[in-house]
């Protein structure tokens, strides 16, 4: 078997911001760029189709300079379709694609894609092998441990083998199975016990496999430990909620010799961005419902983020607002 594809990713990504539909849209992008210049930024899922067969190719593709390294998710199960989708991502300048076979939501997996597609590890391979003809950029994937009966370690051991055969660059395994019959996906991000050990396993008999670890981090601590047995971590929901508290990632995971950005610095560092987004007709919502997370754990961080809320829903919060509140974290020194 010849799955040494270690030397074709260019980048090994310690540690990626998770693709998270309705969450890791470009707006929250660029506020996690201000926090970590270094981490993989991923976008939401998107499914390749779509992308394809519809007119609207900016509101999937655009992203901001400032968000690379950036890798596109590509939802699908169709190798002709993703083959034009991976063309397209490599056009619009994405660093990386990733295939996701880990979706658990009814819809996608209706469309025998997302975590179904675990079940069929043939046309998991030819979806990735036609991703990887198509284009020159690093193809990832990111799957559970196992699907409903599929969830042997047998199983997951092959499946990882063959998609590698088939040229995938690096895993992103999220620890847990899923249950497609009885689980909502909410539910199958909870109700799966996490079972680290298998990934582990799953790494010491594949050394030359780039794994990444996926599930329940909720620090920067655990993600360090976790990486002296996986090549690198991904940060879901814990990143969404809590942004602030990764401001440590460049100097803690990356080495770099830097100050991390305070709520206030950060918020500053983007007026021109939210400057330029109203001045194109979009919303302050857009970018304000992630921003608020920033503010969190101080006295009326509830009361912050309620004015902030409420301006912006109104259609009333404009950039002097924001600013004078922003001081007002400043003075307190967050
Ligand atoms: C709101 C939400 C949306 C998600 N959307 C996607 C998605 O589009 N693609 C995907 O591969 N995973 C998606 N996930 C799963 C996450 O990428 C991640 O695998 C999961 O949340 C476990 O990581 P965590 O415990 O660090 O949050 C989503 C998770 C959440 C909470």
């Not at 600013?323 to 020194?333: A, D, Q, V």
């Amino acid at each position: 078997m010849s799955f040494l594809h270690t030397n074709s990713i260019k980048n090994i990504h310690k540690l990626s911001i998770a693709p998270m539909m309705d969450c890791t849209d470009k707006h929250f992008r660029m506020i996690m760029r201000q926090i970590s210049a270094k981490a993989l930024l991923y976008t939401e899922m998107i499914v390749a189709q779509s992308l394809v067969y519809t007119n609207t190719k900016e509101k999937f593709l655009d992203f901001n300079n400032e968000e690379h390294p950036i890798s596109i998710q590509f939802g699908g199960d169709d190798p002709k379709v993703l083959r034009v989708a991976a063309q397209m991502a490599q056009d619009w300048g994405y660093d990386e694609i990733n295939f996701n076979v880990g979706c658990p939501s009814p819809r996608v997996c209706s469309g025998n894609f997302g975590a179904s597609l675990m079940k069929d590890p043939e046309k998991v391979a030819k979806c990735v092998e036609s991703l990887k003809n198509s284009c020159s950029l690093p193809i990832t994937i990111k799957h559970r441990i196992g699907v409903d009966e599929y969830d042997s370690f047998s199983n997951l051991n092959n499946f990882v083998r063959h998609i590698a055969n088939a040229g995938a660059d690096r895993f992103t395994v999220h620890a847990r199975k899923a249950i497609l019959k009885g689980l909502n996906p909410k539910q199958n991000r909870t109700i799966p016990p996490l079972k680290y050990d298998v990934v582990k396993e799953l790494k010491r008999l594949n050394p030359n496999l780039l794994i990444e670890i996926n599930g329940g981090f909720s620090n920067i601590d655990e993600s360090i430990e976790a990486l002296n047995d996986f090549d690198g971590v991904m940060i879901g929901r814990a990143a969404y909620k809590h942004p602030l508290r990764w401001s440590e990632i460049d100097q803690k995971i990356y080495g770099l010799h830097k100050k991390s950005k305070s709520a206030s610095n950060i918020i500053f560092s983007l007026i021109p961005y939210i400057e330029k987004h109203l001045s194109n007709g979009g919303k302050s919502w857009d970018i304000c419902k992630h921003l608020i997370n920033l503010v969190e754990g101080i006295p009326k961080a509830k009361i912050w983020r309620n004015h902030i809320s409420a301006k912006s829903i109104k259609k009333e919060l404009n950039i002097d607002y924001l600013l004078e509140l922003t001081y007002r974290l400043k003075e307190i020194g967050y």
